[in-house]
């Protein structure tokens, strides 16, 4: 598990993500401004009643399928194969399922949203199946990090780009919305899937009993984490979409979504943790390292954090517009959760890596538990004030506890994980002379290229 390469791994994919945000965010405004506080809480919601099936229903193929083409316990082509006939069965389950579902409860579910919209989002499940689960996981399990970045890329690109010429051609119709995600998901599905197939020649469907047993035994633990961590984050915003007007989720999830771009560096590091924790086997090497990693997240975005504060008034009505002025207090309210959650997600990446996924479902179990009642609690009197609140409190607990966890399990004292160590600021020196020679040659290659 070599440092540099790790950071330049992580700067590569935070390189990635920048990108991304970038597109998001320009996607972002774009949806808020064109169809309202009132249609971006239709919008959300839709999407986020697709990623719930997605969500119940991958049962850990994601995590399995890192964790088994990093260990190479398999070959790639039965990995893939047996995964790929995994993805269909899944698929028409979850499409079946939503089906019956809307058809069951009618207008009881969100009211405001029409029926439509639900069955239409459905199409959406096999495409993030496939892609989400499947094939970035696989590209990230083979250290493909190029590749990965382009897919991560492009699963925000391509539905942005279709977002575009459907308002260009037919104006803010929430069908047309959808189904610009739909067409935008589908490109990319199609790039991977040539992808794929050049890697290990015909891409067909498999059935391999032992690799399905030992890959869903692997993946049921950190299926039912990722199902508590999907709630932990988004539960509020289905308690707002019931409890309050449809508008509000649209003021509180552009809240979230700007908050949440601080993630981008607890993801870009905690991608690589996982696969690099799992194939590493000197335990001291790993008690160094994810600790250094998590105090560095921490660092950096607590000090984005800080400067996002106080610039809250004037760049949500500034790109917003001022439409969107409540989100302003509920965007301040979220960023000390934000800060607290990316050294969590480093530490249960670790865990996880460790071959143990379950203990994270355990910890995320007691905090979606302390997630729903702080929301049940505050989001009828408070609205979504309450539910920013809940959401920092739960955070907090998740990274207090998971701390606890890691500590007991790694052998690490308090001390060595939460202080920083002498060797930080050598690493961060090494780091900073390797990128400034990195681009002290590309200047004197484009100044000859003059």
């Given at each position: 598990m070599r440092t540099i390469r790790f950071a330049k791994d992580t700067l590569l994919i935070l390189g990635t993500k920048i990108g991304n945000l970038i597109v998001g965010v320009v996607f972002s405004i774009l949806v808020a401004r064109?169809?309202?506080?009132?249609?971006?809480?239709?919008?959300?919601?839709?999407?986020?009643?697709?990623?719930?099936?997605?969500?119940?229903?991958?049962?850990?193929?994601?995590?399995?399928?890192?964790?088994?083409?990093?260990?190479?316990?398999?070959?790639?082509?039965?990995?893939?194969?047996?995964?790929l006939l995994a993805i269909i069965i899944l698929s028409l389950g979850g499409i079946l399922l939503g089906i019956l579902i809307l058809s069951l409860t009618g207008q009881k579910i969100y009211p405001d949203i029409p029926r439509e919209l639900l069955i239409l989002s459905l199409l959406l499940i096999p495409l993030n199946l496939f892609n989400n689960q499947l094939a970035t996981q696989y590209l990230l399990g083979v250290n493909k990090i190029n590749k990965f970045n382009l897919a991560s890329f492009g699963l925000v690109l391509f539905p942005f780009f279709f977002f575009v010429v459907v308002?260009?051609?037919?104006?803010?119709?929430?069908?047309?919305?959808?189904?610009?995600?739909?067409?935008?998901?589908?490109?990319?599905?199609?790039?991977?899937?040539?992808?794929?197939?050049?890697?290990?020649?015909?891409?067909?469907?498999?059935?391999?009993?032992?690799?399905?047993?030992?890959?869903?035994?692997?993946?049921?633990?950190?299926?039912?984490?990722?199902?508590?961590?999907?709630?932990?984050?988004?539960?509020?915003?289905?308690?707002?979409?019931?409890?309050?007007?449809?508008?509000?989720?649209?003021?509180?999830?552009?809240?979230?979504?700007?908050?949440?771009?601080?993630?981008?560096?607890?993801?870009?590091?905690?991608?690589?943790?996982?696969?690099?924790?799992?194939?590493?086997?000197d335990e001291d090497r790993k008690k160094t390292f994810t600790p250094l990693v998590m105090r560095t997240v921490i660092g950096i975005t607590a000090l984005a954090a800080v400067v996002l504060f106080f610039l809250a008034d004037w760049l949500l009505p500034l790109v917003y517009t001022d439409l969107y002025l409540p989100s302003v207090p509920l965007f301040r309210i979220l960023l000390p959760g934000i800060v607290l959650i990316s050294g969590s997600r480093i530490l249960a990446n670790d865990i996880a890596g460790r071959g143990k996924p379950i203990l994270n479902t355990y910890v995320g179990g007691v905090g979606f538990l302390i997630q729903l009642i702080l929301n049940l609690s505050l989001i009828p009197f408070y609205g979504a004030i309450g539910a920013a609140w809940a959401s920092t409190t739960a955070y907090l607990f998740l990274l207090v506890v998971r701390l606890a966890v890691y500590l007991r399990i790694s052998g690490n004292s308090l001390r060595s994980v939460i202080l920083p160590q002498k060797k930080d600021w050598d690493l961060y020196l090494r780091l900073i002379v390797k990128i400034w020679s990195v681009v002290k040659q590309w200047l004197i290659k484009e100044k000859k290229s003059y």
């Open positions: 064109i169809l309202g506080p009132e249609g971006k809480g239709i919008y959300s919601l839709t999407v986020l009643f697709s990623s719930l099936f997605v969500t119940f229903l991958n049962f850990g193929l994601g995590p399995a399928t890192v964790f088994f083409a990093a260990k190479g316990e398999y070959t790639r082509k039965t990995i893939l194969e047996n995964n308002i260009v051609l037919f104006g803010p119709n929430l069908s047309a919305v959808i189904w610009s995600r739909i067409i935008g998901l589908a490109v990319v599905a199609i790039i991977l899937f040539f992808w794929l197939s050049q890697s290990i020649g015909k891409l067909s469907l498999g059935l391999n009993t032992e690799y399905i047993k030992n890959a869903y035994r692997y993946g049921i633990k950190a299926y039912l984490g990722n199902v508590i961590g999907f709630l932990n984050y988004r539960v509020e915003v289905f308690l707002l979409g019931y409890y309050l007007p449809i508008s509000t989720v649209g003021y509180y999830t552009i809240a979230v979504g700007l908050a949440e771009s601080l993630w981008m560096v607890s993801k870009s590091a905690g991608t690589l943790i996982f696969p690099a924790v799992s194939a590493e086997q």
